[in-house]
């Protein structure tokens, strides 16, 4: 099943993200586009056996301007290729598995056609993507605590305040009964000060 794997990478996968301009290092296709790099990564499951090989789809975007906000500190060191949006391709494909398995029991040629098609699907939500604020909609979408941080930097440093109220509002009303966010209240607190405003 390992060859098969290395088949399916070498003569399907590749020339796949060859052709929409993705660089091949290791199990990782990567992307610049502007100020950010897309990137969809192939993971082995970690007990694989030579009848049973199954791997993920990790997908991710790195924000420059993103990165630059995460410091908290203009002109600080910025983190390089942390992923700011990240999922496994289900999240983006429903129709996609958890897993994708390859056994002897499998259709090969069923199975490629499959995972270019759900390759094809993320990749058409992927471009959807293209800006910093895509990204931090997206999770505010969600009423995610993920990138809260650099999304309020985010909209504070681009004057957008009432929206950066109204995402607090979102998180509070989601988070506000749990006992952890009194630390978040604290950070979101701090994050406003260093704007100069009061939550």
Request: hydrophobic letters at 40%.
């Amino acid at each position: 099943m390992q060859k098969l794997f290395q088949e399916i990478i070498k003569n399907d996968i590749k020339p796949y993200f060859t052709k929409q301009g993705y660089s091949k290092q290791n199990l990782n296709f990567q992307k610049t586009d502007g100020a950010l790099v897309y990137k969809f990564n192939i993971q082995k499951v970690k007990f694989n056996t030579v009848h049973r090989v199954g791997f993920y789809i990790n997908i991710s975007v790195h924000s420059t301007e993103l990165a630059e906000l995460q410091s908290g500190q203009p002109g600080a060191s910025i983190v390089e290729n942390k992923a700011h949006f990240i999922c496994r391709i289900r999240e983006l494909v429903p129709s996609a598995p958890d897993e994708y398995v390859l056994t002897a029991e499998i259709d090969p040629e069923s199975l490629k056609r499959e995972l270019l098609a759900h390759l094809e699907e993320a990749m058409t939500f992927l471009y959807t993507l293209t800006s910093a604020r895509d990204i931090v909609e997206y999770y505010m979408a969600k009423t995610a605590l993920h990138l809260s941080d650099e999304t309020f930097r985010f909209l504070l440093q681009t004057g957008d305040t009432e929206e950066a109220r109204r995402y607090f509002q979102q998180l509070h009303t989601k988070y506000g009964d749990q006992k952890r966010w009194a630390i978040f209240d604290k950070k979101f607190t701090a994050i406003f000060a260093e704007y100069g405003m009061k939550l």
